[in-house]
């Protein structure tokens, strides 16, 4: 069941030019039950009074499974965007309206495929970092890879990319590529792919028989994706997605 509360800024750093990390906690000192993947809607009201709402992913690394007392989200900056007014001037100590947690693009315990698929672009990394002790838990039972496969236009546009290569190489099993479309890094990394997200892919050779995909960001990476994994011959419920859509 969603729930209605008030988020106090208690915390926030800018992760790219254009991309605020922002950590809240609940005004009533509760802690919020979540489950890693799940989001939150803020709520405001535009200039002439009209109700609005926003969705950001919960990106809190806890341990999976309790609730947590820092919620934490990613904010990217829309040119003249409603929310990016809103929530990017927000002040520390600020307050707005929240509700949830919502959605269903979490790992499911029944799962039995060899291999998950993680497709990610811009803030849409952001449920994969919540993920990421659900992950080194299956990691360590054995039998289970991973595979992250992050977009962004060049190096600084790669959000918590260096958590990411840290857990890889704390986590055998773990794999992260940061896929730069415009800009190789000055200093390029082994695991760095060149080219968009959907055409690195192929280089995994997706197998239905072994791997079950999630995709989340931009929606012509979420839709290119999913023909190109269909194509690979994965069914429609080894494909689970989520787009970002940016309003104003």
Do not use: W
Not at 86 to 115: K, M, W
Not at 128 to 134: E, V
């Amino acid at each position: 069941m969603a729930d209605h509360f008030k988020l106090r800024l208690v915390d926030s750093t800018m992760l790219a030019p254009s991309v605020r990390h922002m950590a809240f906690e609940r005004v009533d000192g509760q802690p919020l039950a979540f489950v890693p993947g799940q989001f939150l809607q803020i709520h405001f009201h535009y200039a002439d009074g009209t109700a609005t709402k926003r969705s950001y992913s919960v990106g809190t690394v806890g341990d999976g499974s309790s609730p947590v007392q820092r919620i934490e989200i990613a904010v990217s900056y829309v040119e003249g965007g409603a929310a990016t007014q809103l929530l990017c001037e927000l002040p520390h100590g600020g307050v707005i309206d929240a509700s949830g947690p919502y959605g269903r693009f979490c790992l499911q315990a029944g799962d039995t495929n060899g291999r998950y698929l993680l497709l990610a672009t811009g803030t849409g990394v952001t449920p994969y970092r919540a993920m990421l002790p659900q992950i080194q838990a299956l990691l360590q039972k054995g039998g289970r890879e991973v595979v992250l496969l992050y977009g962004a236009r060049n190096e600084t546009e790669l959000l918590y990319g260096e958590e990411f290569e840290a857990f890889a190489q704390a986590n055998p099993g773990f794999t992260f590529h940061g896929c730069l479309s415009r800009q190789p890094r000055a200093v390029p990394r082994p695991s760095d792919r060149q080219g968009h997200v959907q055409n690195v892919l192929a280089e995994l050779a997706p197998s239905a028989e072994r791997d079950i995909a999630y995709l989340c960001g931009n929606p012509n990476m979420v839709d290119a994706a999913f023909a190109a994994l269909k194509d690979f011959g994965l069914a429609v419920a080894q494909i689970r997605r989520e787009k970002y859509i940016s309003s104003r």
